[in-house]
């Protein structure tokens, strides 16, 4: 029997971890850690919540008591950290916000790792992690493991340093760590501040699509599924003290993408063709705008056996049927205070 602690279970990569796990492994004990902030939902989890190896802890990770108390009384084997501030918008507005959570509440978490944790063979201390830590590609070229860190945003900055500090304590203090480095994600349960979930919405509401600067912005996406398999085989088989990365073969540039999306909405909602397009408003850039992100995923893929499976036609198509069968949760969630920064623009 494994317990296993997933912190940021209730977000959107998190909750598609956690249902994985949960359902493949009943052998495990799974906890979901999760302050619950703006970006966590339980909703994302109700088909597994009474799953007898599952259980929910509401709890702050910037909050070491609580932490230590949590890690002494369940001696955790391993820990799979994806709680954090993962909007690089926000970064930029409240730096400290990140550097509280991702940078703080990480180092917290390390610490009770190395207090409390049940040290068996086999045991791992897990941080999922982001492409963006290595900064910005020029037109060529892709991200490897051993591309150095050069992060250009607050988000990415509190990241690559959470990065060092797990591969810090592994050192230091030899805990098991593995680290992986993903490109973007996109499906069902993202928050709709994200590129794709905004502008299905924004193209349901009609209202205007705000893309950054010329939209000649490239990234490189993935299905938030493949994301989930890569962390549970990066978990199972990764070796100690490796990096890696992960991504979808799959390079678009912004302006090409949300034209793509535009022409599938228009048809998912009987539009005249074109009519989407026309949303489109060109806006003031994000400040420190990385150019290019593309994820050289040829390690994953040979060592442990991993690549994407689903399309990205397949994976929007599933992702906007997704967004257009749950209308409710989006307006739960962007219900509140978010309505303020929904509505935000660049100026
Ligand atoms: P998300 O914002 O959807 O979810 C983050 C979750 O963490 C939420 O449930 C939130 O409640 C929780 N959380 C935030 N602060 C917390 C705190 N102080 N204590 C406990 N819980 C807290 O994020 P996501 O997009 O699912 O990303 C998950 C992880 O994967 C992050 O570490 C992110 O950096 C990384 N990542 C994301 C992407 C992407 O494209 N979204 C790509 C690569 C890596
Ligand atoms: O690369 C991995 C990263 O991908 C993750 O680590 C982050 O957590 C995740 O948020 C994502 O970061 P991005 O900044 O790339 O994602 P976002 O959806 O915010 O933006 C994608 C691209 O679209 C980026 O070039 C900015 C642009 N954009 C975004 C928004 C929200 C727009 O042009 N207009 C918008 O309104």
């Not at 890690?71 to 930029?92: P, Q």
């Not at 678009?252 to 993408?257: E, T």
């Not at 074109?274 to 040979?302: C, M, Q, V, W």
Request: hydrophobic share 35%; charged share 25%; with cysteine.
């Amino acid at each position: 029997m494994k317990k296993i602690l997933i912190t940021g279970g209730a977000g959107f990569i998190g909750s598609h971890v956690v249902r994985l796990f949960v359902k493949k492994y009943p052998d495990y004990d799974i906890y979901n850690l999760d302050a619950l902030t703006y970006a966590g939902n339980l909703e994302n989890l109700r088909d597994i919540e009474h799953f007898p190896n599952y259980q929910f802890i509401k709890g702050d990770i910037n909050d070491s008591d609580f932490l230590n108390k949590l890690f002494e009384l369940n001696k955790f084997n391993s820990v799979i950290h994806l709680a954090a501030e993962s909007h690089v918008d926000r970064s930029i507005t409240d730096p400290l916000a990140f550097v509280k959570t991702n940078i703080i509440g990480t180092v917290n978490l390390l610490n009770s790792y190395v207090k409390y944790s049940s040290n068996e063979l086999g045991d791992v201390f897990y941080h999922v992690s982001t492409d963006e830590v290595y900064g910005t590609l020029g037109k060529t070229g892709f991200f490897t493991e051993t591309t150095s860190y050069s992060p250009n945003s607050p988000y990415s900055a509190s990241k690559a340093s959470s990065d060092h500090f797990v591969r810090a304590y592994g050192e230091t203090y030899k805990i098991p760590y593995v680290i992986s480095n993903c490109s973007n994600n996109y499906g069902p349960n993202q928050f709709p501040e994200k590129l794709i979930p905004l502008f299905i919405n924004n193209i349901i509401e009609n209202k205007s699509l705000p893309v950054y600067g010329d939209g000649n912005y490239t990234r490189d996406w993935l299905y938030v599924i493949d994301h989930a398999l890569a962390i549970d085989k990066v978990f199972h088989e990764g070796k100690n003290k490796e990096t890696y990365n992960i991504g979808g073969f799959n390079e678009w540039k912004n302006i090409d993408l949300v034209k793509l999306l535009c022409r599938m909405m228009d048809e998912k909602l009987n539009r005249d063709f074109g009519t989407s397009e026309k949303l489109i408003t060109f806006i003031k850039d994000r400040p420190g705008h990385d150019l290019r992100y593309a994820i050289d995923a040829n390690k994953i893929k040979k060592e442990l056996g991993w690549s994407p499976k689903v399309t990205f036609e397949q994976g929007l198509e599933k992702t906007i049927d997704w967004y257009f069968e749950n209308q409710d949760w989006i307006q739960n969630v962007i219900n509140g205070d978010y309505k303020a920064y929904y509505n935000r623009q660049y100026k």
